[in-house]
């Protein structure tokens, strides 16, 4: 199973960016979603989506700014990034859940990460 993540890059406050995160292999996808982590600091939860009923769930510090979405066909996911602020800095993981778990905030209950992708705002 590969999770390969794209998007990350550089951008004033106040802009965009938009996170894509293909998933290969494996036969189910329960939840995929995304962590960011500073350095110095524990991954933080930010999104997540579950795949059969789609319903999303945000942190709520970028709850109403970011958007989480997939494609089931394409077993990709999107973090659509509005409103950026410095503090969002961070490097950007997507995860995947390949079974049934409840929990969705703590990192050690997703199965595959991804690379991770820099995302960069400047004030």
């Known amino acids: 199973v590969q999770l390969q993540a794209f998007g990350g890059g550089e951008v004033q406050a106040g802009g965009s960016l938009r996170l894509s995160c293909a998933a290969s292999g494996g036969t189910f996808t329960f939840r995929m979603g995304w962590f960011r982590q500073t350095p110095g600091k524990e991954r933080e939860f930010v999104a997540a989506v579950t795949w059969g009923s789609g319903s999303t769930a945000y942190a709520d510090s970028v709850k109403g700014r970011f958007t989480i979405s997939r494609d089931n066909a394409k077993n990709t996911v999107w973090l659509h990034m509005n409103s950026l602020k410095p503090e969002d800095t961070a490097v950007y993981y997507c995860?995947?859940?390949?079974?049934?778990?409840?929990?969705?905030?703590?990192?050690?209950?997703?199965?595959?990460w991804g690379q991770g992708t820099q995302v960069t705002v400047s004030s």
């Open positions: 995860v995947r859940q390949t079974s049934y778990k409840i929990d969705y905030v703590e990192a050690s209950r997703y199965d595959y």
